[in-house]
């Protein structure tokens, strides 16, 4: 049983009650025999299937609505008083007409359905670094996922205490109706509302609407950081480990970095490496001065296409046991699932992800909608489960970053690896960041999207201020900051192939990232930052000729003219909220781009 007597929850609870008039309420506590009972009764509804529990221990099979398979930015508000401070990424709404327009929508939706609470801690319970939610749900599919992808427990209650400092979130599945569809954040309210969606993406609420969006708008009110990065430790053959966080568009090998496995040429010099978090990490600055981060959840929300023994095996083996899978392709014969890109051949039979059957036979790589799963099938698994994990995942006190990198997918632009030369300009890589659109996403391929420190998605308040706040921090931290670079495992030559192997031989690019932190390799200077000479990157048996190292680091003056043509058209959105030095690094580049 769970005894809270927090007077804020309890009212909130009392107000969300008489809104939604369930038929029941029911407590979480993060037990073993608590879950397991939902699990029977969502399989007893259909709404999930229990897979064969001896090739898939703990694991289940769910399928959302066939309207309702991914995040939905048209539909995603950030509501703050005043629309400036929601700045010019964001959707916008006044918190009274959108608190209106959703208590409408959401009124008496409960009614014949029981209320889930949900009380989850986002990092380790009680550590400095975390921060707690409420969740309050009609859906057992997102407790369930919940439990995985949170910390739920009575501790949690008991380490806020009387503190009003946790988020309020409110999810109904409603008619899970796509024209009111809405996914709020209201962050001068700490309060997530969502209706009308069963998509993890969008009613996970502590994922990307707590985790970003409303620790964002937090952390740059209290002085941390809350950023859309991963956390990884390499350790050297000395046994030094050091810790890197980065940030990645879609499409660009974040996770397969999070759980990078050395190659063989390094493995056997005595290279390791250890995830700390895929997805999100929390930075405050600790007390030595350096920067501490914590991946604040407890689980992967991956997506699964393309995750298979080659590309991800430490990602395949975390969902091996304990997981749920949602909308992708369900083997009946097997009691397994599947989806495109898990093995070479597709079995002969499937049920697809719309629960229909699908033949082998049928299927058309240039025709998405014949794929047995959906191509944002995903998976949810326990961060327990990665043989790659780190020890020190549960610390309270996070890890030093040592080095925080940017990177996108550029054909011809940016080098494969080159330094910021300071923190502000750093700051400047990040802020311009980009990745270039690939035949997988709809529209036109090659098209630049600019995406600042992965976040456009993700800001909870005005980008413009979002920048200014990095800048702030690193004066903070003064020659204590991470050093900042940015890669590209994405260089194509003319004939269009990729000149990087990429994978696991990224490990090689970290290790220069590693060095230029411990001052031991060399850089040479060039218009953009901080390059490597050929020979700083080990290439100990890797069948790449100093030729092709010296193009993949190489700078294009007409590639780097365009953007910076670009970037000015970027920077305007911002107006006067984009921070001057950001203006005059911008200027800098410009002269010595020109100069080339």
């Not at 897979?51 to 398979?69: I, M």
């Not at 620790?215 to 009110?221: C, G, V």
């Not at 995406?451 to 993700?458: C, E, G, I, N, T």
């Amino acid at each position: 049983m769970i005894s809270c007597e927090n007077k804020t929850i309890l009212s909130w609870l009392e107000e969300m009650k008489k809104l939604l008039n369930p038929d029941e309420v029911l407590w979480i506590d993060g037990s073993d025999e608590q879950r397991e009972a939902l699990r029977r009764k969502a399989c007893a509804t259909g709404e999930m299937t229990m897979l064969d529990q001896e090739k898939l221990p703990g694991c289940y099979l769910h399928r959302t609505a066939v309207n309702d398979v991914a995040r939905v930015e048209d539909r995603t508000f950030i509501c703050t008083r005043e629309k400036q401070d929601a700045g010019p990424t964001n959707n916008w709404c006044a918190p009274d007409e959108m608190y209106e327009k959703l208590y409408n929508i959401a009124r008496g939706s409960y009614k014949g359905r029981v209320m889930y609470i949900i009380p989850y801690s986002m990092g380790p319970i009680g550590s400095p670094l975390s921060k707690i939610g409420i969740e309050v749900t009609d859906s057992i599919y997102v407790v369930l996922n919940m439990l995985i992808m949170t910390r739920v427990s009575p501790r949690v209650l008991e380490v806020l205490g009387e503190s009003d400092d946790w988020v309020r979130g409110l999810h109904a599945k409603v008619n899970v109706d796509p024209e009111n569809r809405f996914i709020c954040q209201f962050p001068e309210d700490n309060t997530i509302i969502s209706v009308n969606s069963a998509y993890g993406g969008n009613v996970l609420l502590g994922k990307k609407c707590f985790a970003l969006r409303i620790a964002s708008f937090q952390a740059r009110k209290e002085g941390w950081m809350a950023e859309h990065m991963l956390i990884v430790g390499v350790k050297n053959p000395a046994g030094k480990i050091h810790y890197i966080a980065g940030a990645f568009p879609s499409a660009c090998g974040k996770t397969n970095l999070a759980m990078l496995i050395p190659p063989e040429a390094l493995a056997e010099k005595g290279y390791e490496v250890f995830t700390v978090g895929d997805d999100i990490a929390w930075m405050r600055i600790g007390e030595d001065g350096r920067l501490y981060a914590i991946n604040p959840e407890y689980g992967f929300f991956g997506v699964a296409p393309g995750t298979n023994t080659k590309s991800n095996p430490n990602a395949l083996a975390s969902a091996s046991k304990g997981s749920i899978f949602t909308n992708v392709a369900y083997n009946e014969k097997e009691g397994t699932v599947w989806w495109e890109g898990l093995t070479d051949e597709a079995p002969e039979e499937l049920i697809d992800w719309k629960g229909n059957p699908w033949r082998r036979e049928d299927y058309n790589s240039a025709d998405k909608s014949t794929c047995a799963a959906n191509p944002n099938s995903r998976f949810t698994a326990p961060v327990i489960n990665c043989p790659s994990l780190s020890d020190e995942f549960e610390n309270p006190k996070g890890v030093p970053i040592s080095a925080i990198i940017f990177g996108g997918r550029r054909a011809k632009t940016a080098p494969l690896v080159y330094q910021g030369v300071d923190w502000a300009g750093g700051v400047f890589i990040g802020s311009t960041m980009a990745s270039e659109t690939t035949a997988a996403a709809a529209g036109a391929v090659g098209v630049t999207r600019r995406d600042p420190m992965a976040m456009l998605p993700f800001c909870g308040y005005n980008m413009g201020d979002y920048f200014a706040h990095w800048l702030e921090m690193g004066e903070k931290m003064g020659d204590k900051a991470p050093k900042i670079f940015n890669v590209n495992w994405f260089r194509k030559n003319e004939e269009g192939d990729f000149l990087w192997p990429g994978f696991g031989e990224n490990l090689r690019v970290l290790n220069w990232i590693i060095g230029r932190c411990e001052g031991t390799v060399g850089a040479v200077e060039s218009a953009i930052g901080y390059l490597p000479r050929v020979e700083d990157i080990d290439t100990d048996g890797l069948e790449v000729s100093r030729e092709v190292m010296e193009d993949i680091l190489s700078i294009d003056k007409q590639a780097w003219e365009k953007e910076i043509a670009e970037i000015e058209a970027h920077y305007e959105k911002f107006g006067d909220k984009l921070p001057e030095l950001l203006r005059e690094r911008l200027e800098i580049l410009k002269k010595k781009v020109f100069e080339m």
